[in-house]
């Protein structure tokens, strides 16, 4: 294994995508290496390891379907799966299904560049290696975006983004704390550090919503119940927007009489987590329905926050409810009541530096830290991808043809990049959906690809004509919601300084999306240009099996 080595497909990535996308193509026949920068399994859940790291998406669905049997075997703890117990199931699967042998560790890619008879793969240490066929599983939300502030090298205490968390922890006890950031990372870590530090300092730029999560033990009879009724649960995922087992309501809540509404936020509230969106029909469609049930969420902030202006300075009102991605917490907006915990509106006063001793804001109040913690999540979707200098035809490199923005058809392969498939890419429904579904999709479409294109002989590279059209799109399926109203959201590229503003995954549903992956390969991928080599050329392939 190794330097020089040639296989039919290398794979970017051990995360979900990645170990997927290794168990199907060996069990059909492929010789396949996976490439991983880590020591481990598990991608993103590899990474994130800041205290209260925990999925939003519950543990029976959070998780792969392609196999009954490991449905079965596999037990989860917790309402919502954390870090670990994610890790761990990764690790079951890496061992379940024997992938490590296939899996290199340790090793980055940092180039990729396509000739006529296929790819070769350049990693960080130098080593290079070759294939008929890259597929990328670098995840969406890898690229860790910490923010260019001045000083910052000069910090005499100790930094950490969340998406590269120390392994062996960091001891917060007693400590002087910052966090920057109040997404979904940024409302996990809060109230944990919280309980840990001496005093902890939330910096926030922009007020964002949450739900309570209600995470729980899950029962042995819950796992039985899940268990005994897992195809069905499938089956409602598979019909779904988002990959949720949730069956959306069908009620009109500006149509209720006040007493009624107020009944059914109430219990959605109760309920917790992501299913609060499944409780409020056309909650991303109707602005006026989005209006009422924001008013909602801050009146709950006002009821929970004691203290008038640090509620005021918690409480959204520059976007509607759920059109960035809506974070849910154990206890987030609680912690704001403590007397060691407090909160700076760094919108008002934006952060004008780091010092030595802390952190420097434009009015000139300092704030001294020990520790600070940047939940300042990613580079999201085109940031991994970008992160390597992957070269098509004629060298043409990826960032050059996303210079504005991202282009590809179905978010899995991109024009000019023959024989290059980007499982979660930009323009698939990836981060709108719960992940292992849209994965298990992506994987099994781009693998059946693969096993026509492995009988033909042929090359696959999508038409300019169908990625404008896929493009065209993208923007309407966003446009068709309120999503693009959240201006600073990470799904349209505003929070990286410099990044196009592009809306970046599919919105136009999960199984509409699905439907229109089925239609393609049914009419023989009539979106890609299938091109036997000719006779000069020597595909890889011929010379890999
Ligand atoms: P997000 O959702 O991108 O949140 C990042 C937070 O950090 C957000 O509150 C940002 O404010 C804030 N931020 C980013 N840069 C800065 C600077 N320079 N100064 C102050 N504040 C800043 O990332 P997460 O990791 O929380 O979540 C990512 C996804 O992971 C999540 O949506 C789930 O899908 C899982 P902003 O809102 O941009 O004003």
């Excluded at 890259?134 to 975006?145: D, E, M, Q, R, Y």
Aim: aromatic share 10%.
């Amino acid at each position: 294994m190794g330097d020089g080595e040639h296989t039919d497909v290398l794979v970017i990535g051990a995360g979900f995508s990645g170990l997927y996308a290794l168990h199907r193509l060996r069990s059909l026949g492929f010789s396949v290496r996976v490439l991983e920068q880590a020591d481990g399994v598990g991608g993103t859940w590899f990474w994130n390891r800041y205290p209260g790291a925990r999925c939003d998406s519950e543990s029976y669905y959070y998780c792969y379907s392609f196999d009954p049997e490991l449905e079965r075997e596999w037990t989860w703890t917790e309402r919502y799966p954390g870090q670990e117990e994610i890790r761990g199931y990764l690790e079951h699967v890496a061992d379940r299904y024997d992938l490590r042998r296939d899996i290199e560790f340790g090793v980055r890619v940092s180039a990729a560049a396509w000739d006529e008879s296929g790819w070769t793969v350049t990693a960080e240490d130098g080593s290079s290696r070759r294939c008929r066929w890259l597929v990328t599983a670098v995840g969406c939300l890898s690229a860790a975006n910490v923010p260019d502030l001045p000083g910052l090298a000069d910090f005499a205490g100790e930094w950490h983004h969340t998406g590269r968390w120390p392994h062996e922890g960091v001891d917060v006890g007693g400590k002087r704390v910052g966090v920057v950031g109040t997404g979904s990372t940024g409302i996990q870590v809060i109230p944990v550090l919280a309980e840990q530090a001496g005093h902890l300092t939330v910096f926030q730029r922009t007020p964002n919503y949450s739900i309570p999560a209600r995470n729980a033990p899950v029962s042995a009879a819950e796992t039985a119940a899940t268990r005994a009724d897992y195809a069905a649960i499938r089956r409602v995922q598979q019909a779904s927007t988002n990959g949720h087992p949730f069956v959306l309501s069908d009620v009109d809540v500006l149509d209720l009489p006040a007493d009624r509404r107020r009944e059914l936020y109430e219990a959605a509230w109760e309920r917790g987590g992501l299913r609060f969106r499944a409780a409020v029909k056309d909650l991303l469609t109707d602005r006026a329905v989005n209006d009422d049930a924001s008013d909602f969420i801050r009146e709950k902030i006002r009821e929970t926050v004691h203290d008038p202006a640090t509620a005021e300075t918690l409480t959204p009102r520059d976007h509607p409810f759920a059109t960035k991605r809506p974070p849910i917490d154990t206890h987030y907006f609680e912690t704001y009541n403590r007397d060691d915990v407090s909160l700076v509106d760094v919108k008002a006063d934006p952060i004008a530096a780091v010092t030595p001793t802390g952190v420097r804001l434009e009015s000139g109040a300092e704030h001294r830290l020990d520790v600070l913690v940047f939940a300042t999540g990613f580079d999201a979707l085109t940031g991994p991808l970008l992160g390597m200098d992957i070269r098509g035809r004629d060298g043409v490199s990826l960032r050059e043809a996303w210079a504005d923005g991202p282009r590809t058809h179905l978010g899995l392969g991109v024009s000019g990049f023959p024989d290059l498939f980007t499982i979660t890419g930009p323009g698939s429904p990836s981060v709108l959906t719960n992940m292992p579904v849209a994965i298990e999709q992506h994987v099994e479409w781009t693998t059946d690809l693969l096993l026509r294109l492995r009988d033909t002989g042929e090359r696959a590279e999508p038409t300019p004509e169908a990625e404008e059209a896929w493009a065209h799109e993208v923007v309407r399926a966003a446009e068709a919601t309120l999503l693009p109203q959240a201006a600073s959201s990470w799904y349209l590229g505003a929070n990286v300084p410099g990044k196009a503003r592009v809306f970046l995954p599919y919105a136009g549903g999960y199984a509409r999306y699905r439907d229109t992956c089925a239609e393609e390969a049914a009419a023989g991928y009539p979106g890609f240009a299938l091109t036997r080599p000719t006779a000069t050329e020597s595909p890889v392939a011929a010379a890999g099996r």
